[in-house]
């Protein structure tokens, strides 16, 4: 039985400190975000003092490698005055953490830790509060320390323990809370190492698919040979003559699962049974069909996104410009094919998954099984590579699905590189068309852009017809899947001071499955945007950076380009490369980023080298700066890897991008040099930096390209250059 925290802490005493994630939460589609935070009337278990004196500490957001758990470890020890290792952080978790929706949008830091850096200064504030009381001196005159206030001047002293009494202690925290003040920080700002790679390293127990559990059954599922195909014949004898032994096969409509508790067997007969399984035949696949052709002549909705001034107004605009920009269908490629443990037993079921939004999976997987809320916890666990909608949720509803299948043993379900590959949800592909007019002196007065984009965000948010498996079942679940439009048109709006604005999106039903992927339409929006602003400088006459600080009034945007300008200044010219920049705020409101890279073109082959990448990265205030470096040289390789290299492939049946064969991403050998400079900004909120690099590192490889062999590249992705 899975008890709820509220009935623990009824039966011991503790400090308990939290807000209410009721009307908290704004959503979007179907896409579940945080919103910004006010005054909170009720309270819901952010941290706990625990028996021995540490501090545990609740956050809704799953560890994915951002480096959450340490950052939001130092911000509460910070509070608390205590070492890093009194305080242990939980992660995501029903029943037991707060409903944060999703780990997403760079939002762990800018809403999760800020949330636990408010509850852990409440916190210190009753505890001073109450050992006045009990030391019979003023709050103002105490010290706390290592889990121990005592009096300034005398040894005696209370620990955490000793003042709450074995007591239970709940207080709201009502904004604005005092904080430390930051010339006092000890943690806070500097780079703590995260204790998880080191388990990593000496491949310890971490990520979801190192899950083991005695008398665990492993499992896999046989998918259909393409979308939309259906299940017309399953010989169940053959199955059983040639895996004896098997210890269930599992259908449900057109889902097809095998269980056993020997995980080679599962996989040859899965295997077989894709090779002797007959589906009905699939709709077609636009093969033959240029993608661009194809989303111009799709049904579309058209949205306007920024309407401001007057197009063509200006009669000095006397230089116009347009250009077209295009990016494929990506994949989020995910080292580790994604895995989940689901155990159903008395009527209740657990699931461990590596979904960045467990609330949302749970109330999806509700409707899906018709089960009540009450009998599903789902524990969130890390896995192996997810930015983003990957197959998590997937296989866990596959996993849920086979284990009320196979009551009683802890289910271990395991994609295949195929599985992931060919039915994770893509990032959609784009068009971007933009235009743009400017006057003599090279200032930009009119701007239009218009885009064809699917969703970036069909996440399943409660809704269980966004699951692979809900349409394959019985009785499946049909309804379009809802998505988070919002997605498609991140990062569309110029960040530049232009007088005249026109941003339109035509959204379009692709013929693939799509969801969000890291950093969402702000990749393929930041991408053409600062592809055109080097396209306008070289028009104006106008140098790359001054042609962008011309259009900027922000003074930390402006700061971070001339610190990249200042960093780069010494590269030489060297025949056949180029260097390239570019600039973006993600979102318009996150993280800072101007971003150079420095490529090479092969003139016997066309071939494209990133040889090194820069990025001056402003997040405001710094919690830990390895966690951002990382986070911004990561985003960079990655980005360079979608835009030399990544494209997914069908042709008229399927998806044939299946392997890493026939969808090439960077090696190690291709890892570009990489350097990051950060603007720490202690005096100013701290934001998200997990997505600002993708859009800028795009455009400033394309640039680059351009200077080191005079070809633009306007369509990804890049390839040999011909």
């Known amino acids: 039985m899975i008890n709820s925290r509220r009935h623990f802490i009824k039966n011991m005493g503790c400090l308990t400190i939290g807000f209410s994630m009721a009307g908290y ?49 130092q911000v509460a020890a910070e509070e608390l005055e205590l070492e890093m290792a009194s305080v242990e952080v939980v992660l995501a978790e029903t029943g037991v953490t707060p409903n944060e929706g999703y780990t997403a949008g760079s939002g762990s830091i800018e809403n999760s830790a800020m949330a636990v850096r408010n509850a852990a200064a409440a916190a210190r504030q009753q505890l001073l509060e109450l050992a006045s009381v009990k030391l019979k001196t003023p709050a103002a005159q105490l010290i706390m320390f290592g889990g121990k206030i005592s009096v300034k001047g005398r040894e005696r002293s209370l620990t955490f323990n000793e003042v709450l009494d074995d007591r239970q202690l709940t207080g709201e925290v009502r904004l604005p809370v005092t904080v430390k003040q930051k010339n006092n920080y000890r943690l806070v700002g500097k780079a703590i190492p995260r204790e998880d790679i080191i388990h990593m390293v000496k491949a310890e127990q971490v990520y979801v698919q190192d899950l083991r559990f005695p008398g665990m059954v492993h499992a896999r599922i046989v998918r259909p040979p393409a979308y939309g195909a259906k299940l017309k014949a399953l010989d169940l004898d ?35 049974l894709h090779e002797n399984t007959q589906w009905s035949d699939a709709p077609q696949l636009p093969e033959d069909i240029n993608l661009v052709d194809l989303f111009k002549t799709l049904p579309s909705e058209l949205k306007n996104v920024r309407k401001k001034g007057n197009l063509e107004s200006d009669a000095s605009a006397t230089v116009s410009l347009k250009s077209s920009y295009f990016k494929p269908y990506i994949m989020h490629g995910s080292i580790g094919p994604s895995c989940a443990v689901a155990l159903f037993k008395d009527n ?39 930015y983003g909608h990957n197959g998590a949720d997937d296989v866990a509803a596959d996993a849920a699905l086979l284990a009320v299948a196979f009551p009683g043993k802890h289910v271990r379900l395991q994609w295949s590189r195929e599985d992931e590959h060919a039915w994770e949800p893509y990032g959609s592909a784009m068009i971007l068309e933009l235009s743009a007019r400017m006057d003599a002196t090279g200032k930009i007065s009119d701007w239009q ?9 069909n996440r399943p948010g409660g809704n269980p017809e966004n699951l692979l498996a809900a349409k ?40 693939l499955r799509v969801s969000s992927l890291r950093s969402l339409g702000a990749y393929g929006n930041i991408f053409a945007i600062e592809s055109f602003m080097d396209e306008l400088a070289e028009k104006a006459g106008k140098d790359p950076y001054e042609f962008r600080l011309k259009h900027l009034d ?6 971070a380009i001339r610190k990249l300008q200042s960093i780069t200044s010494g590269q030489k010219s060297i025949p056949h490369y180029g260097m390239g920049i570019a600039f973006s705020r993600y979102k318009n409101s996150g ?95 701290a934001l998200g930096a997990g997505e600002a690099a993708q859009g800028p590192a795009a455009a400033a490889i394309v640039n680059a390209i351009y200077r080191a062999c005079g070809k633009r590249i306007r369509n990804l992705p890049v390839g040999r250059i011909v």
């Open 25 to 73: 939460l704004s959503k979007q589609g179907s896409y579940l975000v945080r919103a910004t935070f006010n005054d909170i009337e009720t309270i819901d278990t952010w941290l706990k003092v625990l028996a021995d004196g540490r501090v545990r500490v609740y956050t809704g957001k799953l560890e994915l490698g951002q480096g959450i758990r340490t950052a939001i470890a």
């Open 238 to 272: 053959a199955v059983k003559k040639k895996f004896p032994g098997l210890l269930k096969v599992v259908r449900n409509g057109s889902f097809l699962g095998i269980i056993d508790a020997d995980e080679y067997t599962v996989v040859k007969a899965q295997t077989w």
């Open 348 to 386: 209740k079921l657990d699931v461990w998954t590596h979904s960045q939004g467990v609330y949302p999976l749970k109330g999806a997987l509700q409707k899906l099984l018709q089960m009540s809320e009450g009998n599903i916890h789902i524990k969130g666990v890390p896995g192996s590579g997810c």
């Open 449 to 457: 852009h218009n885009m064809w984009s699917d969703s970036h965000g």
């Open 472 to 511: 394959d079942l019985e009785k499946p679940f049909n309804s379009k899947a809802t998505g988070f439009s919002g997605g498609a048109y991140r990062n569309s709006e110029p960040y530049y001071t232009i007088p005249n604005q026109q941003v339109d999106i035509h959204f379009v039903d692709g013929p």
């Open 554 to 559: 922000d003074e930390r945007a402006i700061a």
């Open 591 to 685: 993280a800072y980023c101007a971003t150079a890279a420095l490529v090479s073109v092969d003139p016997s082959d066309g071939a494209v080298r990133v040889r090194k990448m820069w990025s001056v990265i402003d997040a405001g205030e710094v919690i830990n700066p390895d966690g951002i470096i990382n986070q911004t040289e990561g985003g960079m390789i990655q980005s360079a890897s979608w835009t030399l290299k990544e494209q997914v492939l069908f042709d008229k049946k399927q998806v044939t991008s299946r392997n890493w064969n026939n969808y090439p991403i960077f090696r190690f050998s291709d890892v570009p040099e990489v350097e990051v400079a950060l603007i720490d900004r202690p005096d100013k909120e």
